[in-house]
Each structure stands twice: as C-alpha cells, then as structure tokens.
C-alpha cells in the first residue's frame, strides 16, 4: 500500500478491516427498518439506506470498540442505532431544506411527499431507541438519547439564525457541534463504553468525535466556495445561492465595511441576487482572507482529533482514525 492510499482512503482501509461487522450492521439495519402494517415505511426508508454513502458514524462505532477490546455483540446494535439517527435526520433536513437530490438521487421527500419523509425518519427515530436500550446500558442510552436531542437543538438554532447577518462564529460552532459533530461524538464515545474503558479514554474518544465532526463540516464550508466541481460533485457557491451562513461568509461579513454589508444585507439576508454577485462574493472572501482562516480551523480541528488519539492504546484502528482526521481535511490542500 503506497503512501498515498494511506492518506486518501483511511475510511475503505477501515472498512475493509471492520468488513464482518459492517455486514452485520447492514443485516440488522434492513431488518429493523421494516414495518409489518406500513409498507411506505420499507419503501422510503430502503430508497436512503440502499442510496450506501460510507457509513462513517456507524463504522466510527464499531472501530472504537474494537481498538477499546470489546469482543460482545451490542457495538452492531448501537452502530445501527447511530446510522437510524443519522437517517432520520436525514429525510427532516431534506423537508426542512426543500431539497430535490441526496447522494445523487431524488429525495424521499420529492418522490413521495413531505409527510412521508417526516413520518418515516420519526419511525426510524423510535427504531434507533429500541436498538439503544438493547445493551442494558444506561450511560450508552444517555449519551445517544441526548445526541438526538442536541442535533435537533441544532437544527432548531440553524433554522433561527440562517440568513441573519448578526449571526456570530460562535452561534455557526454550536450549530455545526449540534448538527454534525454530535453524532459523530457519540459514535465513537459509546465505542469506549461498551468496551468498558475508563472515563479519561471515554472522553478521549469523544474529543476525537467531536473534533472529527467540526472538521468535517467546516471543510464542506470550504469546499463549496473552493472546490473543485468535478472532485466534488458540488457547485462553487450552492451554499451563497442558498442564502447560508457558513463560516467563510460569517468571517467576511464580520470584516465587512458599510458598501460591503449593504452587499451582504441584499444577497443573503434579503435574497435579492444578481448575475455576477456570486463572484462578487468570492473576491470578498478573498480580499479579507477568509477562506485560509476557514482552512488554518478545519486543520486545527483535525490536530485536535488527533491529539485526542494519543491517549488511547497503540492500535492499527488509532492509526487508521488518525489518518482518518488527516483525509477529511487533505480535500481543501
């Protein structure tokens, strides 16, 4: 394997290893998703789960309580329960967002209506509870019960501060901690305590998560204001288009003097855009130097992730999650 693998595609290297389990999470995830008395529910929850995507969280899961020793079956449960989450909340941001394309297909929501998509994710919800409990864990229930309240906290304070001009760095932190990193956190935290491990490793694991998930979230950021569209597969400035205050927006905006925001005012906050303010808006970016600020976080995040790393045992998974950290911000390099 050249170096360039390693750095690349640490997320195949570890499904590769982790291969058995995955398969398992899969066979109970199409197990548990089934209805007997409502068939709509097979049909749209299939038509996201079968649309694949990596499976990060869930295998986040199941590498964290391998590298921590566990050798019991309860991590599939609870790496399913991370993916029923991650699903549900899934179908509500595609309502929420009026959104016509996930993973390269028509949403639920288009192909079936808002109510199917909303009722569904509700079910896959209540779905991901029954498989949390199975362990018998209460502090696992705890910490999975309130991600679920965090990330909806989350996207209750996006839906408040989206396309408000005094919306803050800090606000954008709590809204991306809330919406993405939570669940990211808590996939490899309840890792370490189905393993047993002790609280300065379980917090580690969660350092790690959390971190992982800002990273993550601020380079889409990036990426759709210094992407490249066919590495992607993302439109420079969708996120403009759409009005969103992502954080190479944010800090230009903060920076901005009285003609600049009388801009930012019209584009974003009053939706009032223009041929040539996409461009406009990148050469503001540009000209105050947010888009390497945006990059010098991601990669902070990602040193964060890593240093966490350090104060868990020596294992080719903690290799393999470093790496992890390194590739989710060497598509912005």
Known sequence: MGLDDAVRKPHERLGALLSEEMAAVDKLIRERMTSEHAPRIDEVAAHLISAGGKRLRPMLTIASARMCGYDGPYHLYLAATVEFIHTATLLHDDVVDESGKRRGRPTANLLWDNKSSVLVGDYLFARSFQLMVAP??????????????????????????????????????????????????????????IAGMDDEKVRALHTYGDALGVSFQIVDDLLDVAGDTAATGKNVGDDFRERKLTLPIIKAIDKADEEERAFWLRTIEKGDQRDGD??????????????????????????????????????????????????VVARIN
Do not use: C
């Open 136 to 193: 018998g864990n209460l502090k696992v229930l705890d910490i999975l019960s309130n991600a679920a309240a965090v990330i909806a906290e989350g996207e209750v304070l996006q839906l408040t501060a989206a396309r408000d001009l005094k919306t803050t760095e800090e606000i954008y932190f709590k809204v991306i901690r809330g919406k993405t990193a939570a669940l990211f956190a808590a996939a490899t935290e309840v890792g370490g305590v």
């Open 278 to 327: 996409l461009e406009h808006a990148l050469a503001l970016m540009d000209k105050h130097g947010t888009i390497d600020a945006t990059r010098a976080a991601a990669l902070d995040w990602s040193a964060r992730a890593k240093e966490a790393l350090t104060h868990l045992p020596e294992h080719e998974i903690r290799d393999m999650l470093t790496d992890l950290a390194d590739y």
